[in-house]
């Protein structure tokens, strides 16, 4: 039997209040202020990290696309030939943005791609889970290119709602794994990945990682509330392993799903000892939502990018927030200052409510 074909980011690109481009978000300040862009005057928090000039989500996301497919160096050829997988928000506001099936194929025709189109509306796995599909395809060999996009900007409903539901940080920060964290922020977030066969990238275009593996896993413990234990996402995380061939103490960097809320961050840390056993309280960890804040249906992207971009740079994003150590996240939790290291893999984690968990193990070329 033949070996299935080697999975690699060939372009990225993404965009946050960090920065526009995917070297701006290894930024090491957190990007949190007032939101200008509607009212919050009724709103118990009013921060979020958002660009101060945006456009609109069809056009941040033609733009995303369109940078990485120059940075993969695809011609109109290819782009022709690649199918197009996107993460956004399942409802937009009727006569603000196209329903998510119709931005899809308007990206499609606008950014040259083929017809091939699907939509992930998953909440905070929905990148990440179109970047294992797209992994997938590409392995089985029914694919050999796609492009994966994601975006999501702060706008008042959802805002309305994670501040009715007291989830967001009334202290102005998101402090993962840290003692006296008080819950999560929005922010803005758009990327793009082009994703590919080695075979289909013999273009001079050096790729920016390989995908070795991803794992996604359900729990289905609670709506809302994670499962304690942190089973589900273990059990992703390993499925990553697996399917890379790879030991736990092949993993240099996890990039954290942790939002800074309290249950979230405890059971992600108890996932790490499960997937990881003792390997857990001594491989670098950090969560850049402390950062670029909580871009929902983007996340999974942007934090994806963010590890790429750092396994190249060889280095680690800081925990900003970082206050102090919780017993119930005994992590080796990068604080102060990113972290310069040589790790040859990475794994970036993300859950989503109703018990949704996905891991994407990354590795240097």
Same mark, same amino acid.
Request: glycine content about 12%; overall charge neutral.
């Given at each position: 039997?033949?070996?299935? !074909?080697?999975?690699? *980011?060939?372009?990225?690109?993404?965009?946050?209040? &960090?920065?526009? +481009?995917?070297?701006?978000?290894?930024?090491?300040?957190?990007?949190?202020?007032? #939101?200008?862009?509607? @009212?919050?005057?009724?709103?118990?928090?009013? #921060?979020?990290?958002?660009?101060?000039?945006?456009?609109? &989500?069809? @056009?941040?996301?033609?733009?995303?696309?369109?940078?990485?497919?120059?940075?993969?160096? /695809? @011609?109109?050829?290819?782009?022709?030939?690649?199918?197009? &997988? /996107?993460?956004?928000?399942?409802?937009?506001?009727?006569?603000?943005?196209?329903? $998510? =099936?119709?931005?899809?194929?308007?990206?499609?025709? %606008?950014? +040259?791609?083929?017809?091939?189109?699907? #939509?992930?509306?998953?909440?905070?796995?929905?990148?990440?889970?179109?970047?294992?599909?797209?992994?997938?395809?590409? =392995?089985?060999?029914?694919?050999?290119?796609?492009?994966?996009?994601?975006?999501?900007?702060?706008?008042?409903?959802?805002?309305?709602?994670? @501040?009715?539901?007291?989830?967001?940080?009334?202290?102005?920060?998101? %402090?993962?794994?840290?003692?006296?964290?008080?819950?999560?922020?929005?922010?803005?977030?758009?990327?793009?990945?082009?994703?590919?066969?080695?075979?289909?990238?013999? %273009?001079?275009?050096? $790729?920016?990682?390989?995908?070795?593996?991803?794992?996604?896993?359900?729990?289905?413990?609670?709506?809302?509330? !994670?499962?304690?234990?942190?089973?589900?996402?273990?059990?992703?995380?390993?499925?990553? *392993?697996?399917?890379?061939?790879?030991?736990?103490?092949?993993?240099?960097?996890?990039?954290?799903?942790?939002? +800074?809320?309290?249950?979230?961050?405890?059971?992600?840390?108890?996932?790490?000892?499960?997937? *990881?056993?003792?390997?857990?309280?001594?491989? $670098?960890?950090? =969560?850049?939502?402390?950062?670029?804040?909580?871009?929902?249906?983007? =996340? +999974?992207?942007?934090?994806?990018?963010?590890?790429?971009?750092?396994?190249?740079?060889?280095?680690? $994003?800081?925990?900003?927030?970082?206050?102090?150590?919780?017993?119930?996240? !005994?992590?080796?939790?990068?604080?102060?200052?990113?972290?310069?290291?040589?790790?040859?893999?990475?794994?970036?984690?993300?859950?989503?409510?109703?018990?949704?968990?996905?891991? *994407?193990?990354?590795?240097? !070329?």
């Amino acid at each position: 039997m033949a070996e299935p !074909p080697v999975v690699q *980011l060939a372009g990225v690109h993404a965009v946050s209040a &960090l920065g526009r +481009g995917a070297e701006a978000q290894l930024a090491a300040a957190p990007a949190f202020g007032p #939101v200008h862009r509607f @009212d919050t005057a009724a709103r118990r928090v009013t #921060v979020a990290a958002t660009l101060p000039e945006v456009g609109t &989500l069809a @056009d941040e996301l033609a733009d995303a696309i369109d940078a990485a497919c120059r940075s993969a160096g /695809l @011609d109109r050829a290819r782009r022709a030939e690649s199918a197009l &997988l /996107l993460a956004v928000h399942g409802g937009p506001a009727p006569g603000v943005e196209p329903v $998510p =099936s119709a931005l899809a194929g308007r990206l499609a025709v %606008r950014c +040259g791609l083929s017809g091939h189109t699907r #939509v992930y509306t998953s909440a905070c796995v929905s990148a990440s889970t179109a970047v294992a599909d797209a992994a997938t395809l590409i =392995s089985r060999g029914e694919l050999t290119r796609v492009v994966v996009a994601a975006g999501y900007l702060v706008e008042p409903d959802q805002f309305a709602l994670f @501040d009715a539901g007291r989830a967001l940080a009334d202290d102005g920060a998101v %402090r993962p794994f840290s003692a006296g964290r008080r819950g999560l922020l929005l922010g803005d977030g758009v990327a793009a990945v082009v994703v590919e066969s080695r075979a289909a990238g013999r %273009r001079g275009v050096e $790729p920016v990682v390989t995908v070795a593996g991803w794992g996604r896993a359900g729990d289905a413990y609670h709506p809302c509330q !994670p499962d304690p234990t942190g089973a589900g996402l273990a059990r992703a995380a390993g499925a990553a *392993l697996r399917r890379a061939g790879l030991p736990p103490q092949a993993v240099g960097y996890v990039n954290a799903n942790a939002t +800074g809320t309290a249950q979230s961050d405890a059971a992600e840390a108890a996932a790490l000892r499960r997937a *990881l056993d003792g390997y857990a309280a001594e491989v $670098p960890v950090s =969560s850049t939502k402390g950062l670029h804040g909580h871009a929902l249906e983007a =996340s +999974g992207l942007l934090e994806l990018v963010v590890t790429a971009m750092a396994l190249r740079a060889g280095e680690l $994003p800081v925990n900003a927030g970082w206050q102090a150590p919780d017993e119930a996240c !005994p992590l080796n939790v990068i604080t102060g200052a990113p972290r310069r290291t040589t790790p040859t893999h990475a794994l970036t984690l993300n859950a989503a409510f109703g018990g949704a968990n996905t891991a *994407l193990l990354v590795g240097v !070329p």
